[in-house]
Nanobody
Framework: QVTLVESGGGALQAGGSLRLSCEVF????????VSWFRQAPGKEREFVAG????????SYPDSVKGRFTIARNSAINAVYLQLNSLEPDDTAVYYC??????????????????????WGQGTQVTVSS
């Protein structure tokens, strides 16, 4: 098991930028694929960015492609989500999620929450117009 701790959320105006951080504590970081999701009030949890286990692949939905960037620093067991050109519709609680796999050839990035076994507590992002 790993523990995920998000930080970096805040309130800002449309067009601004934020960098969210997810620190991963516990077992071997390299055995986990990490993604970011968000959930707005009254809406389902939504995939916004994912990294494969090796970090060699990324995935984004069309709604954030070109504005959000996921990256990791394996030396300090952290995954980041850079949010640029923020819009009011980006307002949500942002969660990082980890999926354990021992398969070195696993390049999957799942956009559904169900394969992820570990979740952080979330960090609020509020974008005003």
């Amino acid at each position: 098991q790993v523990t995920l701790v998000e930080s970096g959320g805040g309130a800002l105006q449309a067009g601004g930028s934020l960098r969210l951080s997810c620190e991963v504590f516990g077992r071997t970081f390299s055995n986990y694929a990490v993604s970011w999701f968000r959930q707005a009030p009254g809406k389902e949890r939504e995939f916004v960015a994912g990294l494969s286990r090796s970090g060699g692949r990324t995935s984004y939905p069309d709604s954030v492609k070109g504005r959000f960037t996921i990256a990791r620093n394996s030396a300090i067991n952290a995954v980041y989500l850079q949010l640029n050109s923020l819009e009011p519709d980006d307002t949500a609680v942002y969660y990082c999620a980890a999926r354990f796999t021992l398969d070195n050839s696993d390049t999957n990035i799942y956009t559904s929450p169900s394969p992820y076994t570990n979740w952080g507590q979330g960090t609020q992002v509020t974008v005003s117009s």
